[in-house]
């Protein structure tokens, strides 16, 4: 072990990867989450790494972006990455977890790492090289980060943080559904498929956006500003835009034939499973600001819903990030402070393996900065890479965002559109590669590490 102890703020996602990387680089951590003393709106379990929205972690194609960046993590040894290999359940073309299971696998191995202390506590201040006692601080808060904690994260950016509001879907039991109305289909595949699918016929669509419109909405608050991640709107803020946008968005029925009459729907409200039992549903797409008793009855006009009860309901919460290219280094270390690190949505990203990426560089750097090492940047032709040129590249309005390979440095020669997914994987897995072997790059040993399905060669 190394004589100085990294301090990571917030046991979510970003935190849990970024200790899991530092403590298997023979580092030291004290790892403080504020949970169960304290919680934020949206959180309600004592768990380490609970997911608060859905219960995907979106496309499982290492073509994709999203898919490329989680086989670079595997690579590079992700804990969260083996926790949801561990703990998937079936959705199709996605990657989709036992929340539940998820938590309880990341917080098991946590705890029980001897190199990791867990401290259950708050954090409302950034804590000083003094207090930190001269080792490194990675803050990763999320995008709830407490209101004491936020204040003090504006004082040191120097102006005030960004923040946007995100909504989640309701979750419905799996039993109170009408299975006679209800089909199993997935899109584009054969067989029963792993979502339900909820058909509409047009009267029935036009019927359920005028309910939406006419509905209570929660206000915000004089001071909140609406600004919404363009991947993760409201419904009703989609259904403002226009009459046919949700029937071209989340509730788009190419692909989803009713088995019924071998027919597409008007409309499709898609429910993906929630547990490994079976036993509830997410809604997808449905992330909402409606009145908890609004979304009740307007969502109970879904055909397949009218008896549906709702094991959580929707609802809103702030989203608080940093201005990205004014704070932080390609290294994730702040500018004006490069003991401090910032990770997870808190740096700029949006999206559950976003996060967990930016928690896991930032546990390399830490480690590397105990170590006497010089921090590290991925490649910008890698997932990694591309997301943190995202984050410290000057812009004029900075905004979070996903991965995509909009974010990839463009091709140097034109590369046909149905072979770019497989060309980018290509040459961001062989350029990680290099990058490993140059900067002599250790990976963190897993525990019950599964051989994930569909990942690529090595």
Known sequence: ?????????????????????????????????????????AHHSEGLAELVCSNSLRAADPHS?????????????????????????????????????????????????????????????????????????????????SAPLASALAAFTGGEHLAFYDAIAPIVAADSLDY????????????????????????????????????????????????????????????ARGPETLRFGPMKPVGLRDP??????????????ENLEATQYNMVGFQTKLTYGEQQRIFRLIPGMARAEFTRLGSIHRNTFVNGPKVLLPTLQCRTRPDLL?????????????????????????????????????PPDTAMGALVSHLTLETKNFQPSNVNFGLFPPFTHKIPKKLRGGK???????????????????????????????????
């Open 1 to 41: 072990m190394t004589g100085k102890t990294i301090t990571i703020i917030g046991g979510g996602l970003a935190g849990c990867e970024a200790a899991w990387q530092a403590a298997g680089r023979g580092c030291e951590v004290r790892l403080l989450e504020m949970k169960p003393r304290a919680f934020s709106p």
């Open 65 to 145: 972006a999203v898919g490329l960046l989680k086989e670079e993590m595997r690579r590079l040894g992700s804990l969260l990455m083996a926790a949801a290999d561990a703990t998937a359940v079936p959705a199709g073309r996605a990657l989709a977890v036992d929340r539940d299971l998820f938590s309880n696998w990341v917080t098991a191995r946590i705890a029980s790492h001897p190199a990791i202390t867990v401290v259950r506590q708050e954090s409302i201040t950034i804590p000083t090289p003094d207090e930190a006692q001269g080792g490194p601080i990675i803050l990763a808060t999320g995008p709830l980060t």
């Open 180 to 239: 006679d109305i209800v089909y199993s289909a997935s899109r584009w595949e054969d067989g029963p498929g792993d979502y339900l699918n909820c058909p509409m016929d047009r009267e029935q669509y036009l019927a359920f956006i005028a309910a939406v419109e006419g509905a209570a909405k929660v206000a915000l608050k004089e001071f909140e500003e609406p600004r919404y991640f363009e991947g993760c709107l409201p419904v009703e803020v989609m259904v």
């Open 260 to 273: 019924k009459n071998g027919r597409e729907a008007y409309a499709v409200v898609q429910l993906r499973k």
């Open 342 to 378: 910032i990770a997870g949505q808190l740096s700029g990203v949006e999206g559950y393996v976003e996060s967990t990426a930016m928690g896991l560089l930032a546990g390399i750097n830490g480690a590397r900065l105990v170590r006497g090492e010089l921090p590290v940047t991925p």
């Open 424 to 458: 980018r994987a290509e040459v961001a897995l062989a350029s990680l590669a290099h990058w490993l072997r140059e900067k002599h790059l250790e990976i963190p040993e897993l525990p019950d590490h599964p051989a994930a399905a569909g990942t690529l060669p090595a």
